[in-house]
């Protein structure tokens, strides 16, 4: 028995040492393990915290009018500091008491929730911290394998060694879900309540603290009576942590909350037109991919403003028969920043995406006018440049080809006119002549100079605009008469900013002096000449429609071809181009779709400038202005029936005086003045003296 015994003991011995070695060997193994995952964790450093996130649109007033809606999720990104501390207390106080004691990972709560597994017979506690929550959130798919949750487990590990908790909660906030597409803290604050994340209150930060459990039935809106008993047990939760005093869950629980129930700012209906050109040019422009674009949490600036879009909007349902199937496009611009403010490319966005202000090619008619008369003023002419008005057929081409312009109705001056009546009558023939006397490359040539980058034909039927071109080109190419001369560009995006708040993208001014400022002064005043009586001739003035609509001084032209209907016109604040027509280019035969363009043009600037100061445009030092008679452009005297003050570039000012509407006596009978005196002892007029004085 005894040897039996010792051999026994012997054996004990033998086994306790082996596992006592086994034991050893398993921690030290276990010990290199844990280290070789943190010193693996802290090799791979910080993870990136990228989630996708609704990219935002604002508008110049720094109003939200539009998002990217990735997959039907709405995300705003806001930091902690713009989340009120109700939230945070709420969040922690039911989802994770220790956050700020563990490392990740809460022993004593995974324990207790595996004890309720067991005794329950099924999973009825969870133990995920916030972190690992978060982990979950960033990174993985909401399986429940072995593998997710060690991965989870990893990454969770990663985000405690190389984020503060400040971050950790931060990014838990803003990328947990709360039901009806909503995820984050400030989406949900929107959607549900109408406000940021920062104004919400106690009663408000329980309630959506409650939906992530399953917000399928915590919502307030699915189910009003079990989110306000999750909210009920939070707030209680809070007084027991010591977030809150009774009195104050007792004061959140009886306040009455006013839900919202829809996201304020992703309807993206608002100028649907502008937002897809803006979308356009960042990827095109600034080279942005689409993914960024749809899931990186921009915050692009633009150029719209709400109030003019409205103006533009309404201008257009207003003036435009819902009978009718012709088109539109329009556009409005600051001239000095070349800001896109209001665009509509179309009636009805649902029906045609197609931007007939941005992309259609389509006749701009005499609106290119203006750009020839500048080359002109720049070769030598002036705003009393007089050629004759009539029928004429022009010879081009090596007299191989001929062309006859129109004016409108046939009708003619049979005499000479000046280029400033030209301009105002908007008569064709004197277009084409101008045009084919500097040389067909010069407007082509010229349209370039302003901006124009559309392919004109160097045809002698140029001059009246029958190479198309695209609204936004024409709006600007008008821009620099108002400001001046100086170079612009259409612009939509004025910065683009990324969810660290770098600016990827601002755009500069150039400023560029690129025409003549002297002669653009001189052309935007010949602009105004369109809505001036005292140009009538052998026609009206073309904008005598709409001159009793005019509270301030406009430059601005019209034009039409048989399909398209034109007017643009500016003020040195604001100009706008209007063109309408039908899609199929059909002609344009119902007077009151004519007239559709010009309505909608004074309809726009008399209400987009109702409360803004009358700005006039200031002379520059280089030109005078003289009274002359709008007939022959000379110099106008007290007997000529209209003289119109008219600027000149200086030296190029007329020195004649009209003498068409001096009375001569009718016979040697009528008296005759002896000395310089006239009959009944007055001064003589002074072009009378003149006259003498030439003999």
């Keep these: 028995m005894e040897i039996l015994t010792g051999n026994h003991f012997e054996k004990t011995k033998k086994y306790a040492r082996a596992l006592f070695f086994l034991s050893l060997l398993a921690t030290i193994i276990g010990f290199i393990m844990v280290s070789a995952v943190f010193i693996y964790a802290k090799v791979l450093g910080p993870p990136p915290l990228v989630v996708p996130k ?16 990735p997959q039907g999720e709405i995300r705003h990104w806001v930091s902690l500091h713009d989340i009120t501390e109700d939230v945070q207390k709420a969040t922690i106080s039911i989802e994770d008491r220790n956050f700020y004691e563990h490392h990740g990972f809460d022993l004593k709560r995974i324990a207790g929730a595996a004890l309720a597994d067991i005794q329950a017979m099924a999973k009825v506690q969870g133990a995920s911290t916030i972190t690992q929550q978060y982990a979950r959130n960033l990174f993985l798919e909401h399986d429940k394998t072995w593998k997710r949750k060690l991965k989870e487990a990893f990454y969770a590990l990663r985000l405690e060694m190389n984020y503060t908790k400040e971050e950790i909660l931060e990014g838990y906030l803003n990328t947990i879900y709360y039901g009806h597409g909503a995820y984050g803290i400030q989406a949900a604050s929107q959607f549900y309540f109408g406000k940021d994340a920062d104004k919400l209150s106690l009663a408000e930060a329980a309630m959506l603290t409650g939906i992530p459990k399953g917000p399928s039935h915590y919502s307030p809106i699915i189910n009003f009576s079990k989110a306000k008993d999750r909210q009920e047990l939070i707030l209680d939760e809070m007084t027991e942590t010591g977030a809150i005093t009774k009195a104050q869950a007792d004061a959140a629980k009886a306040e009455k909350l006013t839900l919202i129930g829809e996201h304020p700012h992703v309807q993206n209906d608002f100028a649907p037109y502008f937002q897809d050109i803006v979308r356009h040019e960042l990827i095109h422009k600034l080279k942005i991919s689409e993914e960024a674009i749809a899931l990186g949490g921009l915050t692009i600036y633009t150029t719209i403003d709400p109030k003019l879009q409205e103006i533009a909007e309404k201008a257009v349902t207003q003036n435009m028969s819902d009978e009718s199937n012709i088109q539109v496009g329009f556009v409005a611009m600051d001239p000095e920043t070349g800001f896109v403010k209001a665009l509509i490319g179309g009636r009805d966005y649902q029906e045609s995406t197609y931007n007939r202000a941005y992309q259609a090619l389509r006749q701009p008619g005499s609106t290119i006018k203006p750009l020839l008369y500048y080359a002109a003023l720049e070769r030598g002419f002036t705003p009393s440049t007089t050629m004759r008005s ?38 064709n023939v004197y277009a084409v002549k101008t045009h084919l006397f500097l040389g067909e490359d010069v407007l082509v040539d010229t349209a ?8 004109m034909e160097q045809v002698p039927s140029l001059a009246l605009g029958t190479s198309g071109v695209r609204v936004v080109e024409m709006v600007n190419a008008y821009s620099l008469f108002a400001n001046g001369g100086r170079k612009v560009e259409p612009t939509f995006i004025k910065k683009v900013v990324n969810e660290k708040g770098e600016i990827l993208y601002e755009s500069k001014l150039e400023n560029e002096q690129v ?54 016109g500016f003020t040195p604040q604001l100009t706008a181009g209007v063109w309408t027509g039908y899609d199929e280019g059909k002609e344009i035969t119902l007077t009151t779709e004519k007239m559709y363009a010009k309505n909608i043009w004074i309809d726009f600037m008399e209400k987009a400038l109702e409360d803004e100061p009358v700005r006039t445009f200031i002379p520059t030092d280089g030109v005078v202005g003289v009274y002359v008679n ?41 008296p005759k003045p002896s000395d310089e005196k006239s009959p009944g002892g007055k001064d003589k007029p002074w072009y009378k003296k003149l006259l003498e004085w030439w003999g």
Excluded at 56 to 66: K, S, V
Excluded at 404 to 420: C, G, K, M, S, V
Excluded at 638 to 656: D, H, I, L, M, N
């Design 54 to 69: 609704s990219s935002l649109f604002l508008a110049d007033n720094g109003e939200i009018f539009g998002a990217t809606n």
């Design 390 to 427: 009539e029928m004429t057929t022009f010879k081009y081409d090596e007299g191989r080809s001929e062309y006859t312009p129109h004016n409108f109705n046939n009708h003619y001056a049979e005499d000479e006119i000046t280029l400033a009546q030209a301009l105002a009558l908007s008569d």
């Design 448 to 455: 370039k100079q302003f901006g124009i980058k559309s392919k």
């Design 515 to 568: 025409l003549d400022p002297d002669i653009t002064f001189v052309m935007s005043s010949l602009l105004r000449g369109m809505f001036d009586p005292k140009l009538n001739d052998y026609t009206s003035v073309t904008g005598s429609s709409i001159i009793n609509e005019m509270t301030r001084a406009y430059a601005g032209k019209s034009g039409s071809t048989d399909t398209d209907s034109w007017m643009i």
């Design 630 to 670: 709008p007939d022959n452009g000379k110099l106008a005297t007290e007997s000529c029936p209209v003289a119109r003050y008219t600027y000149f570039v200086k030296g190029t000012e007329p020195t004649t005086y009209c003498t068409e509407h001096i009375k001569e006596p009718l016979d040697d009978h009528e």
